[in-house]
Structures are given as structure tokens and as C-alpha cells.
């Protein structure tokens, strides 16, 4: 007796798709015609097949997606489940009741998922980003507890504004927002690069963590997290100034660390490797992508901003009480390679 396979929804991974008997045909023809194969999936195949869509940056847009669910289920479109669907968020009620947390890059990708969940934990978020309109929707979608500011964290006036949103109590602070570089090494790399990625990725980070500490030395307590990279902990994931501005990040967090972890104040860093945020490198160095294309192959799988959420969280909330000055490769094992 042969036995159906099981129906495939947009919640599955794309290993599980690339494996069905049904679904990895449908999924090769598609790729086939836009002249790639199964091999160019190998680094999500842990992901969703509908983080595709973010993923491609509108080349896959969502119609394709729900029409090949479709096409493997014989014109049906199944219930979507828990099961076999991969990783799943776990909630944690109350983990952050009462406290006010500053999330800097809120409206999208890694910040925004940070932001949800410590809503949806109970916490106060003041949502930080440069731009408004995907902030308003951000506050659309988790309501009074999250707070818009829209803003830029190189100005100084600007930062005055989201501390002030914050009011007297700063429980946390998740520096998240950052921008990549054109993969460009030092001798093809401009001043405006340069100039532009320090200005986000260092003095950003250091003039917010400098004017959320008074409040949190006040109360004798806090949690700051930095978002660092897979390119703070090696020389050949990016150009030279977005790897010199993560490992800076790196620098500011242990010596934040250092001076204030005997005031209650614990400051740890997260080390992304690959994540489906959409966010991309254009006009690219032709040098730099040759030098390190070989090794963005290794890339053991790509995340979702929810699996980084996860790491930044646990490291804000009372679960990393025993951590200060970590720098945390959430990386799924690249770090080991």
C-alpha cells in the first residue's frame, strides 16, 4: 500500500520541500527558470519556504509562493500546523513586566523582531529607526507598549529625544541598527564608505550607550546588548570597513563590560552570521566579492530575524544574569569553521 505523501505549506522548510517527493520537483522547476538549481538553497534549507520572499528582495514575489503551495497539494491549500514547520518561538510570559527597553533599528528585520518579542514578554520597547514609515507600521502591529521614535542615532538631538521617550527608567538597550559596506578592501575603499558605516555601526552604538547609562547607574542596573557580526570574529566576511566597525563594537562592548558590570550593568554582545533581513550590499567591489565569496559559501545556514530575537532577549532579560562582556556568535556553527 502506498502511502500519500504528507501536504506541504509555506511553514515548511525548504529542506522539507527539496526532500518531498512532490515538492522538490516543483520547487526545481521553479528555480530552473530563473536559471538556478536546488544547490543555490543549500544555506536555507532550515528556514520557511516563505522567507523566500523576503529573501529575494521582490524577485519571488508572495503569489509565487502560494500558488506552488497550491500546485503540490492538488489545487488545495492545507491547514497550516505546528508540526513539522521547524523552529518555533517560544514565548516567555512576564520575562520582561515592567521594564523599558530602547531597540534601535525597530522597524524591520533583526530590530523589529527583537521589539515583538519583548512586547509580546510583557516589556515597554522604545522602537528606534531612521525610517518612519515602516516604524508606523511597526506601532500598528504591536500597539501602546511600543513607542515610535523616528530618528537618526548619529545625531545628538535625536538621541536626546529617545531617551526622553524613555523617560526616567532605562531597563535595557539593544543597539541593532547598522548598515553593510561594499565589500570593498583598503586600497578600493572610499572616505564616504568608510566615513558613513563608522558613523552608524561605532559612534551610533557608543553615543546611545553613553546616554542611557546615567539612568541605568542610577538604578543600579541594566542590560545592554550590541549587535556585532559574523566579521568581528574574522577578516573575510566583508569589506574592510564593516568588518573594522564590528570588531569596534566588539571593543566598546568589553570595556562597557569592564567599567560598569560591578554597578549592575551587564553588557554582552550577539555575532550574527547570515540573516534573512532583505538587507544587501549594492554596487559591491569586484576585488572584495572575489576574495571572499569562497568563503560566504561556507555559510553553514541562514537565520531568521526570530532566531536572532532569541539570542538578543535571553542575553537582555534576567536569564543572562550570570553574563558580561560575551560576545555570542549566534551563527549556527560558522564561527567554527
Known amino acids: 500500500m502506498t502511502t500519500a505523501p504528507k501536504p506541504l505549506t509555506a511553514a515548511n522548510t525548504v529542506g522539507e520541500w527539496l526532500d518531498h517527493p512532490v515538492g522538490g520537483p516543483a520547487l526545481g522547476e521553479l528555480l530552473a527558470a530563473g536559471g538556478a538549481d536546488a544547490s543555490s538553497l543549500a544555506p536555507v534549507r532550515g528556514l520557511p519556504l516563505q522567507q523566500l520572499v523576503a529573501l529575494s528582495q521582490g524577485k519571488m514575489p508572495q503569489s509565487v509562493i502560494d500558488d506552488l503551495v497550491l500546485q503540490v497539494n492538488g489545487g488545495v491549500a492545507p491547514v497550516e500546523s505546528g508540526a513539522g514547520a521547524g523552529w518555533q518561538e517560544r514565548i516567555t510570559a512576564g520575562r520582561f513586566d515592567g521594564r523599558t527597553v530602547i531597540v534601535t533599528g525597530a522597524a524591520s528585520g533583526i530590530g523589529r523582531a527583537t521589539a515583538s518579542r519583548i512586547v509580546r514578554e510583557g516589556g515597554r520597547v522604545i522602537g528606534v529607526d531612521i525610517t518612519a514609515e515602516k516604524l508606523k507600521e511597526a506601532e500598528a502591529e504591536l500597539g501602546e507598549s511600543f513607542v515610535a521614535v523616528a530618528g537618526d542615532i548619529t545625531r545628538s538631538d535625536d538621541i536626546e529625544r529617545i531617551v526622553a521617550a524613555a523617560g526616567d527608567r532605562i531597563d535595557g ?165
Request: without cysteine; negative net charge.
Open 173 to 337: 538597550l539593544a543597539n541593532i541598527a547598522g548598515v553593510v559596506d561594499d565589500f570593498s578592501p583598503a586600497h578600493e575603499a572610499s572616505d564616504a564608505v568608510w566615513e558613513k558605516v563608522f558613523a552608524v555601526n561605532v559612534d551610533g552604538v557608543f553615543r546611545l550607550t553613553r546616554a542611557v547609562l546615567p539612568a541605568m547607574l542610577s538604578a543600579g542596573r541594566g542590560a545592554i546588548v550590541n549587535v556585532a557580526s559574523e566579521a568581528a570574529l574574522r577578516g573575510n566576511a566583508a569589506g574592510i570597513a564593516y568588518t573594522a566597525s564590528k570588531h569596534a563594537v566588539v571593543g566598546i562592548t568589553k570595556n562597557t563590560a569592564f567599567m560598569y558590570g560591578q554597578q549592575g550593568i551587564r553588557t554582552n554582545a550577539v555575532a550574527p552570521g547570515g540573516v534573512a533581513t532583505g538587507m544587501a550590499p549594492v554596487n559591491t567591489s569586484e576585488f572584495g566579492r572575489g576574495r571572499t565569496g569562497p568563503f560566504l559559501q561556507l555559510i553553514p545556514g541562514v537565520a531568521m530575524a526570530e532566531h536572532l530575537a532569541a539570542s538578543i532577549t535571553f542575553l537582555l532579560s534576567d536569564d543572562g544574569v550570570n553574563l558580561n562582556g560575551v560576545v555570542l556568535p549566534s551563527d549556527g556553527g560558522w564561527s567554527v569553521q
